[in-house]
């Protein structure tokens, strides 16, 4: 299928705005032994990251709106990236030297919104108080299982995490619990050592993680165990029975300056059921089975903007059969901008848009029944936060049917009756123009079609869904 640019330009070129860049320090990092790397700008910490959250669903008690957690984080340093992306070569990382990173900061619950008896997803924000430090040793002894080694050496930089950013989460029960999330934080940094981070100018920390539960290599029974190191952070804690353990894989980078005013940002992520739309409703809005075609399992989620205007991850799991099923994870994005000022309340959270695209470039793995290219190939995606999913996090009304076609401004009343849409396209090619768009040929799309809302052909954005187990959210500026 052929990407209808001509449809769309003048569309977009209405309706969307351009994100701005973010100044990131980039510098030199000195490695405690004498040595030096140059040209650095991210920090990528191990996936062997560890997370708890204290005593909250799905392994703690059930999660419900106002309710406030403790979450712990831990992790060391498993690579340092250029400006470009490439890995910047040190063979005495985690032999000679490590860096490793502890934080620590209470978060509220926002929302849960079912999708289903078994699938739920849940927003949450940070609230005052949260701190992170980052260590240097020259005795590496960091160790996942038990939680010791990350609270010690020499401090290198420490910080608070500001207020109010969101993440979220999803999980399933179905066949053994399992989740996925994602998170964008902020930290003012207020310390860094001059003998570690050359320019010292840095005023903020950027730092951005998936979610996945269960853990698997990242199980750890402790935080802070044997710490050493100052800071704000509880004594040693062990792990409860009730804490929900996540693998953390993030990356950071260091902020120069304030970030500028007028740029935007997403977080989202959910669970496609296998069932497609349109089905017909019954009277108390669920689906008719027998009236509803099988279309495979999704997994997806990431973020996107924030600062620098264009920056952030994307993973879309594909699942029709044991025998048929794809990953699909972005490498870098090329282009983010939002468009449709409003928002839909109360799921705005003050955002100043309803809508974003975003466009990267991404690659195949894990491909079982399926020949597509592995990559690099260009993909865009479109969301819509129209609802926290949904109707009180319900499936669409059956009594109110959502009318809303996307791409098109959303009205008040799809905000009652319409659930957040998401679309991704994925061409066959890494090609893209100067405007931004993919210029190759789509070899897979996510939805089932043009949704019945949309009657005209011109319309942007007919190859999604709307949600119905998930979470768009929207984020203000500098959010």
Known sequence: MKRLLSLLLSFLAVSIGTGHAETFWTGTVFDGTGGSISNVLNFDWSS???????????????????QS????????????????????????????????????????????????????????????????????????????????????????????????QFSTFTSISSNGITGIGSTILYGKVTYVNPAFLIPTNITGIRFEGTLNYPPLDSATGAFFAGRTGEGNLDPPYTVA????????????????????????????????????????????????????????????????????????????????SPKQSFVFHSNSLFQIACSDPGCCVPACANAENHQIDFAGIGSFSNQKGYNFPTG???????????????????WPSATTPCTHCPGTPIEPGDCVNCTDYYELLIYDSAAYDTDGYC???????????????????????????????GNVQMHPENN
Not at 48 to 66: D, F, H, K, M
Not at 453 to 465: E, I, R
């Open 48 to 66: 062997s990251g560890s997370g708890a959250a204290q005593g909250v669903g799905p392994t703690g008690s059930p999660l419900t709106p106002g």
């Open 69 to 164: 957690f403790t979450f712990r984080y831990e992790s060391y340093l498993f690579a340092i990236t250029d400006p470009n992306g490439q890995t910047i070569p040190s063979p005495d990382l985690n032999s000679k030297f490590e860096f490793t990173v502890v934080a620590q900061f209470p978060e509220e619950v926002v929302s849960v919104t079912p999708a289903s008896p078994t699938i739920s997803t849940a927003t949450f924000k940070t609230l005052p108080g949260g701190v992170f430090y980052i260590y240097n040793d020259t005795h590496p002894n960091s160790n996942v299982p038990n939680g010791s080694g990350f609270d010690d050496g020499t401090l290198v930089a420490k910080g608070t995490i500001d207020p109010g």
């Open 241 to 320: 029975s009730n804490d929900l353990m996540l693998k953390v894989d993030g990356s950071s980078k260091f902020i120069q300056a304030p970030p500028p005013q007028g740029d935007c940002r997403v977080t989202a992520g959910g669970v496609k059921d296998g069932i497609t739309v349109p089905c017909a409703l019954k009277a108390n809005g669920m689906p008719d089975p027998k009236t509803c075609a099988e279309a495979g399992f999704d997994t997806w989620g990431g973020q996107a903007g924030a600062q620098p205007g264009v920056d952030g991850n994307w993973t879309h799991h594909h699942v029709v």
């Open 376 to 394: 690099p190939l260009c993909f865009e995606v479109h969301l819509e936060d129209i609802g926290e999913p949904g109707p009180g996090g319900r």
């Open 439 to 469: 210029t190759g040929n789509v070899i897979y799309y996510n939805g089932p079609g043009v949704p019945g809302s949309c009657t005209d052909p011109n319309d942007p954005h007919l190859f999604g869904y709307f949600t119905r187990a």
